[in-house]
């Protein structure tokens, strides 16, 4: 099955696809590779953790049930590392139990195990454009802060930014400068 050619194609992501089973690495990988996304696939969940640390990707595809490190583990590990990849959780084992556990706040998304193309393509893209929206969202808040916080302040150069931080930094302090 071909990818469709239509307006709804993203920006190639970096992927990371944590999964003890090799078939779903490579079927993920071979599903999203011909549309430009990098795939790395990670096998053991304790080298998949490693490589979402000292890696940079966007999203990252973590399966739920996993012998040594659960996805679950593995997940609370990557929130606190504060990596901003976007997770969605995938997982065979479709109990009552794992659908409750994956559904916690900020866990991620839960699909099933064998996803057909279409359904991934749009997984992908869906997540795309909500980590779009927020780091745009974060650029927005962050101008918007600096626009208010020296209001009236004319000046882009190196030296004036410099300055623009040190006032930033102390204006919250009650020293004297």
């Known amino acids: 099955m071909s990818e469709p050619q239509d307006s709804e194609a993203i920006a190639p992501q ?49 399966d739920l049930m996993m012998p040594g490190l659960d996805g679950l583990e593995v997940l609370r590990r990557i929130k606190k590392e504060g990596i901003l990849a976007e997770v969605v959780i995938i997982t065979g084992h479709s109990t009552v139990e794992s659908r409750r556990r994956s559904h916690a706040p900020r866990r991620g998304r839960l699909s099933g195990q064998a996803l057909h193309p279409d359904e991934l393509r749009m997984t992908l893209r869906k997540v795309a454009e909500r980590s779009a929206l927020i780091r745009e969202n974060a650029a927005l808040r962050e101008e918007l802060e600096v626009q208010r ?14 300055v623009f931080s040190l006032v930033k930094r102390i204006a919250p302090t009650d020293g004297t400068v």
Request: hydrophobic share 40%; aromatic share 4%.
């Open 14 to 62: 970096r992927v990371l696809v944590i999964d003890d089973e090799t078939v779903i690495g490579m079927s993920i990988k071979r599903c999203l590779g011909p549309a430009g996304h990098k795939v790395v696939c990670c096998e053991d969940p304790r080298l998949g953790l490693e490589t979402a640390t000292t890696g940079s990707f966007d999203v990252i595809f973590l």
């Open 149 to 162: 916080g020296f209001e009236g302040i004319i000046g882009e150069s190196a030296a004036m930014q410099r």
